[in-house]
T-cell receptor, first 117, second 114 residues
Framework: NAGVTQTPKFQVLKTGQSMTLQCAQD?????MSWYRQDPGMGLRLIHY???????DQGEVPNGYNVSRSTTEDFPLRLLSAAPSQTSVYFC????????????????FGEGSRLTVL | GQQVMQIPQYQHVQEGEDFTTYCNSS?????IQWYKQRPGGHPVFLIQ?????EVKKQKRLTFQFGEAKKNSSLHITATQTTDVGTYFC??????????????FGQGTTLQVKP
């Protein structure tokens, strides 16, 4: 059981380049989300999805696109990379429990460290 | 801006001392979760609190949820070097159910001197 798998682990881009961070989970979780982590800022939500075909914006969505065509995959696309997008990116998944008071625990991938020059 | 405020940002303690981090929100929370991230690692779930005034313990860790469900704390008794890391609270701010939108506090980074 691999859990949440992120690729690549490290990436260096030049300003203006585009790329996709891949995220896959094998736990059949309905919820998936992308966070970025910067020093002193904690984890900030970029985009999230409550199921295949459904996505929504988080706290810091600008410059990023997502899609959720399958339950397993939730790729994050950087359309035109900027130095401000240098960060560590975490993908997470969570199960849905009917009637639960709030979102369930998140299972995180190991992170993708992105540097934009 | 950050809707879940966590303090302090950093804490340095001598091994054996106690440690507490606090999490506050201006809105009533459905639940609150706590995570630990070791240096270079990814966040790992510790616990979830749901009920007003709830207190849960995990060995030396004590978690509390405020009566008004707007604040929470994590207290570590007699810290050890294995407690080093960043502790995050996280909450589902919108609605009273399962929205999938979990917002994190800024985290408290704990350093323990042996």
């Amino acid at each position: 059981n691999a859990g949440v798998t992120q690729t690549p682990k490290f990436q260096v881009l030049k300003t203006g380049q585009s790329m996709t961070l891949q995220c896959a989970q094998d736990m059949n979780h309905e919820y998936m989300s992308w966070y970025r982590q910067d020093p002193g800022m904690g984890l900030r939500l970029i985009h999230y999805s409550v199921g295949a075909g459904i996505t929504d914006q988080g706290e810091v969505p600008n410059g990023y696109n997502v899609s959720r065509s399958t339950t397993e995959d939730f790729p994050l696309r950087l359309l035109s990379a900027a130095p401000s997008q240098t960060s560590v990116y975490f993908c997470a998944s969570s199960y849905s429990t009917a009637g639960a008071p709030g979102t369930g625990e998140l299972f995180f991938g190991e992170g993708s460290r992105l540097t934009v020059l | 801006g950050q809707q879940v405020m966590q303090i302090p940002q950093y804490q340095h303690v001598q091994e054996g001392e106690d440690f507490t981090t606090y999490c506050n929100s201006s809105t009533t929370l459905s639940n609150i979760q706590w995570y630990k991230q070791r240096p270079g690692g990814h966040p790992v779930f510790l616990i979830q609190l749901v009920k007003s005034g709830e207190v849960k313990k995990q060995k030396r860790l004590t978690f509390q949820f405020g009566e008004a469900k707007k604040n929470s704390s994590l207290h570590i008794t007699a810290t050890q070097t294995t407690d080093v890391g960043t502790y995050f609270c996280a909450a589902d701010l919108h609605g009273s159910g399962n929205t999938g939108k979990l917002i994190f506090g800024q985290g408290t980074t704990l350093q323990v001197k042996p």
